[in-house]
């Protein structure tokens, strides 16, 4: 989950001045040890979940679940696009949403580019997109959870909020340390950094089959079977020493490959001292930027950074496999190079406003929407029959006349252009 942080101060538009003086401190969980506290997951019961339905070109959703006071919560977390040549914000998608979340009783965080300018959430102005936004918020009970009015979005000519923090007012309340980052944010948008306060899990405790004491676990075997013979005559005789000599191989395991606690590491191999000198560098930029309008360097120094990032990692990542020269990294390596990556067929809204509901129905739709007209080839057609259809409208011949005459246009521009007719 993405290190988003907020507090609640006066007269930041919000729940502070709600919040209880005597509220009990609860852990707040930081990113980089977040993935035992917040991990994906999707809705119960058989009901719709926001992956499917939200992911359009300006919105995208995940659910995810958040252990809070032991108590486990599913929390939507959202990013938002809210186009400016729209005629009142939030789009339609963000308004299905938000009520969806409602009726479904899940808690949400939307963070948003909403175009929209308003004294409440730090804007030097108002417009009538930002009335309008602040209307909606107030009857959806939504919260708005920046803090301050730090400039979110920053180029050479202006600076203004237009990002938004929105939450519903549960999670809103566990939403800690928001603010807009001064690192570069490779855009002309700001990265916005809070923590959702979060109670973590015991530490996972597991085995690790490499690190098996194997000497011990023979020794352990050897001692469970010496002299045992099994009589077997029956199916039952079977089944029980199937179960015995199953019982001594996991004792002999438990106790040749101990429980040690699981450890996340967040450290990337590619990262050096002279990056994080350009990323300094860049930083400085930045901040002379706000100060006196150089903009030039600063864009001059993030190319810069960003280029020699780029090739670290290229080079990290040709070292790894360079250093490969062992059975078993190479094997882990070609586990995880063969593993299916690729993300199956979601759901696809139909013309007619609905969604489909399994891959069939969304192959389906693409087929009439990109190829429509078409129909199935049977066996009356002289092919075998089958799923394969034939897109009518499509003429290879046409097509083959289409593509001559463009090339031999081309030809034909290029000819005058080099001769000095182009003009004429």
């Known amino acids: ?30 990113s980089p040890g977040n993935e035992e506290a917040i991990k994906p997951t999707t809705s119960s019961g058989g009901r719709a979940d926001p992956q499917g339905q939200f992911l359009t070109r300006d919105l995208a959703a ?53 175009n929209a300018h308003h004294k409440v959430w730090g804007s030097t102005d108002i417009n009538h997109r930002g009335e309008d936004l602040l209307d909606f918020l107030f009857s959806t009970n939504i919260e708005i959870v920046n803090v301050g009015n730090s400039p979110t979005f920053m180029n050479a000519i202006r600076r203004e909020v237009i990002d938004l923090t929105l939450a519903t007012p549960f999670i809103a309340w566990m939403v800690k340390n928001w603010r807009v980052s001064e690192e570069p944010s490779m855009s002309d948008h700001m990265a916005i950094e809070f923590n959702v306060e979060a109670t973590a899990s015991a530490d996972i405790e597991c085995r690790i089959p490499r690190k098996t004491d194997w000497e011990h676990y023979i020794a352990h075997m050897s001692s469970d079977l010496k002299g045992l013979k ?68 600063y864009r001059l120094a993030l190319t810069n950074y960003d280029k020699e990032v780029r090739k670290a990692k290229r080079q990290s990542w040709r070292s790894f496999c360079k250093g490969i020269d062992k059975t078993a990294p190479a ?66 011949q046409k097509a083959d006349l289409s593509v001559s005459s463009f090339r031999a246009k081309v030809r034909d521009v290029v000819y005058r252009d080099q001769c000095g007719l182009s003009n004429q």
């Not at 729209?86 to 965080?109: D, G, M, T």
């Not at 009589?231 to 089944?239: F, G, K, P, Q, T």
């Not at 489909?356 to 009439?368: C, F, I, V, W, Y």
């Open 1 to 30: 989950m993405a290190e988003r942080r907020g507090a609640f101060q006066a007269p930041t538009f919000g729940p502070a001045s709600k919040r209880p003086k005597g509220e009990v401190k609860k852990k707040v969980v930081k």
């Open 62 to 114: 995940a659910l995810v679940e958040v252990r809070t006071e032991n108590i486990k919560r599913q929390l939507v977390i959202a990013s938002g696009y809210f186009p400016g040549d729209a005629i009142s914000p939030p789009p339609e998608e963000v308004q299905r949403l938000i009520e969806w979340c409602r009726i479904e009783k899940k808690q949400l965080i939307l963070g948003c580019d909403a």
């Open 230 to 297: 099994y009589n077997i005559s029956s199916n039952e005789d079977l089944e029980n020493a199937s179960a015995h000599f199953t019982s001594c191989l996991k004792r002999a395991f438990e106790n040749s490959c101990p429980l040690r606690n699981k450890t996340i590491s967040r450290d990337v191999p590619w990262w050096n001292n002279h990056l994080e000198k350009l990323k300094k560098t860049a930083k400085k930029a930045f901040n002379k930027a706000k100060r006196e309008g150089s903009w030039n360097a």
């Open 331 to 396: 094997a882990r390596l070609q586990k995880v190079l063969f593993k299916d990556h690729s993300n199956p067929i979601g759901q696809i809204k139909k013309p007619c406003g609905e969604f489909t509901n399994d891959p069939q129905e969304s192959l389906r739709a693409l087929l009439e929407t990109h190829f429509p007209d078409s129909r199935q080839i049977t066996s009356e057609d002289g092919a075998p029959a089958g799923k394969v259809y034939n897109p009518t409208r499509w003429d290879s």
